[in-house]
């Protein structure tokens, strides 16, 4: 019979939405493949959080609990996950495909003998076996995968699965750790947030500027729209490379994929390594004053126009709107 | 020192995707192919390691015959060796990343880097893989790179910010752009990189773990609404925006 482990992540001993979309996930398959499940959390203080997961339907939580966890280290989480997996008896992993996620299911993967669909956007449930479905070239294709070993990993994309509530009493175990100096191989000193920003790759809207933006220092029309909305502000790689904007920002098959529930797309002619990062926003606006530009062929709304015009209008409208 | 690149061959960002006849992978005719462009900032990262620690560089690409071509650039951006792990074979990061560890353990490098993923499949696995295989530590996504003497301290890109984090060598290195900035070979360097050596080597290990079924092309959605021309249609978008699509 089949158990499920899925390793939550938690920042700074909390717990972030693709970790509540994994535990609802976890909780889903466990009882479509008729087995058990149980949620894994890492870190220095996580047991204070761990009790929440109950209103997800989680029944088990394990904690693994240490001073030196307070921040991710690809070798003692890699440990961690493999070991609780083998002491468990789990079959199946789930990991969010986040950068900490993706950085660490390659080591379990390795610890476990096991195979990994990586950045999984739907899981069916086939002859009592999960099928994968994940985009390959950036978004351009689907695939289906199977994973044939006997254990397998599966790394979920954030912001696609439902976080479904479900009342449940998490029954909290802490875990028994054996940590070595050198499980700590590879150390995280520091991390730095970029407060003032929100990453494109974990927003719900973006707002992306391209070429037609003409310079960088129109880029505020941009992020004026943005702030009113949220939103975290992208960009092509054109302006990318053109020095107008941050790599971090940019979207598409060489930059970041994303799949936000609105994805507004100023001056952005849609060169198909652009539309292969975004196309699978779940609400697509166009701004481009060229009615035959790619990037209109995969909006839901467009404005065939100048943005120079509409984004200041579109912002306008935006504040009165949402002030009331 | 001895840093080594491992790459890969992939269809360039222009490609048009098309499923080829078996269903499962892509059609490859009209594609070109180039070296996985994350991969370029793995190989500048080697050669800069050879012009200022007078470092040995290799590549080491798992492929086709054809493969040999991004080995080649690699010659012309100022590799020294190139080997390339022959095979037809079908192989998922799983077996790439074994047949890479195979070869790896007997070169004693201080330093590994990859490309942060491949454009083809996406997968973020290979370099971490061989990491683990190895039993050597492991950075991903990293934009910036610092060596001092034994110790690696690197940047690495997380949603909303950054980590740093430190490790001590042999390392592998998973590059995201802004790493570095790949040159471009000049005419002699492309020219000279034609004709020189390729060592080859037998895959050691050709079972995937991982099979794909079936390959599709997603749903292409009807053609949208234009709302207007004007900045009078910026009312009109953020009443469906908000009534029709509920997104805001």
Known sequence: MAKILAFVESRDNKIKNAGFELASTAVKYAAELGAESEILLIGSDVSTVAGSLGAYGVKKVLVAEDARLDKYSTTAYAKIVAETAKQRGCDTVFISATQMGKDLAPRVSAKLDAGLAVDCIDLKVEGGELLATRPVYAGKALIQVKVESPVKLYSLRPNVFKILKAEATADVEKLQLNLTDADFAVKTKEVVVSNEKLDVSEATIIVSGGRGLKGPENYKLVEDLAAVLGAAVGASRAVVDAGWRPHGEQVGQTGKTVSPNLYIACGISGAIQHLAGMSSAKCIVAINKDKDAPIFQIADYGIVGDVFEILPALTEEFKKVLAN | ?248
């Open chain 2, 1 to 248: 020192m001895k840093a080594i690149a491992c790459i890969s061959q992939v269809p360039d960002t222009t490609t048009k995707v098309k499923v080829g006849s078996d269903g499962r992978t892509i059609d490859p005719s009209g594609v070109t192919y180039v070296i996985n462009p994350f991969d370029e900032f793995a190989v500048e990262a080697a050669v800069q390691l050879k012009e200022k620690s007078a470092a040995e560089t290799y590549v080491i690409s798992v492929g086709k015959e054809s493969a040999k071509e991004v080995i080649k650039k690699a010659y012309a951006m100022g590799i020294d060796k190139g080997i390339l792990i022959k095979t037809e074979a079908e192989l998922d990061s799983f077996a790439v990343a074994k047949n890479l560890a195979d070869v790896l353990k007997e070169m004693n490098a201080d330093i590994i880097f990859f490309g942060k993923q491949s454009i083809d499949y996406d997968d973020s696995q290979t370099g971490t893989l061989v990491a683990e295989f190895l039993g050597i530590p492991s950075i991903s996504v990293v934009v910036d790179l610092k060596i001092e003497g034994n110790t690696v301290i690197a940047e690495r890109e997380i949603e909303g910010g950054k980590e740093i984090v430190e490790a001590a060598m042999p390392v592998v290195i998973c590059a995201q752009k802004g790493m570095n900035n790949p040159r471009y070979p000049n005419l002699k360097g492309i020219m000279a990189a034609k004709t020189r050596p390729i060592e080859e080597k037998q895959p050691t290990f050709t079972e995937s773990k991982t099979k794909v079924v079936k390959m599709e092309l997603p749903k292409i959605k009807g053609k949208g609404k234009i709302v207007g021309t004007d900045a009078a249609a910026a009312v009109e978008l953020v009443k469906l925006l908000r009534e029709e699509a509920k997104v805001i």
